[in-house]
């Protein structure tokens, strides 16, 4: 699976949009972009996944650029809540693991 | 449905003693995966498994630990002797893959490990 670059801590003000990058540059054409978090002593917890195509969900939108190389999660109006670990994650479709990186971890500033 | 259970929650052990962690995946998924997850070393991936078969143990750090599942309801990791670096949290997950794109771990709370 592919590897991926993630900052290592970002800063977001409450009630504004938290964007999170992701540099996988030696993505494959069948690699899924997945992204989870992981709360403080909590399981990590499915946020989203994309191929090609831009996603939204409740929770999030990830924004893929045209090459693949890169990634954007993001939060629309951070709460106090997101404050967590984000990871990134490239992986097979038909592959079995998911490897999670060191993340970013997100602050959410009151 | 509950989720991925994990028990105990805490556990703290001595050196040398045996320490079985259990897991009971959510109804239904047919593959389960146990990480470990350390300050230095983030989340690895020890073990997987896909209709109770073990199918990638090459995280498992050494003999001393050992995972089982002998149903589709229940999967044990035992670690024999314990040794204080072996202190840390470890997850369970499951997922089902039944050809969806859209395939989700699922993760437990974890068990806190404490090896004194």
């Known amino acids: 699976d592919a590897k991926t670059t993630q900052p290592p801590s970002m800063d977001c003000a409450e009630g504004r949009a938290a964007n999170l990058p992701c540099n996988h540059s030696?993505?494959?054409?069948?690699?899924?972009v997945y992204w989870y978090r992981q709360i403080h002593s909590q399981g990590p917890q499915y946020i989203i996944h994309g191929l090609k195509n831009n996603e939204t969900n409740e929770m999030a939108s990830l924004i893929i650029t045209e090459d693949r190389k890169s990634s954007t999660l993001i939060l629309p109006h951070a709460t106090l809540r997101d404050t967590a670990v984000y990871y990134c994650?490239?992986?097979?479709?038909?592959?079995?693991?998911?490897?999670f990186g060191t993340g970013t971890s997100l602050t959410v500033i009151p | 449905d509950a989720g991925v259970i994990q028990s105990p929650r805490h556990e703290v052990t001595e050196m040398g003693q045996e320490v079985t962690l259990r897991c009971k995946p959510i109804?239904?998924?047919?593959?389960l995966f146990w990480y470990r997850q350390t300050m230095m070393r983030g989340l690895e991936l020890l073990i997987y498994f896909n209709n109770n078969v073990p199918i990638d143990d090459s995280g498992m750090p050494e003999d001393r630990f050992s995972a089982k599942m002998p149903n589709a309801s229940f999967s044990t990791l035992k670690i024999q002797p314990s040794e204080p670096r072996d202190s840390a949290v470890y997850f369970c997950?499951?997922?089902?893959?039944?050809?969806?794109?859209?395939?989700?771990?699922?993760f437990g709370s974890g068990t806190q490990l404490s090896v004194l």
């Open positions: 994650i490239v992986r097979v479709f038909t592959g079995n693991q998911f490897y």
């Open positions: 109804s239904g998924h047919d593959y």
């Open positions: 030696t993505i494959s054409g069948n690699e899924y």
């Open positions: 997950a499951s997922s089902s893959r039944q050809g969806r794109t859209n395939e989700k771990l699922f």
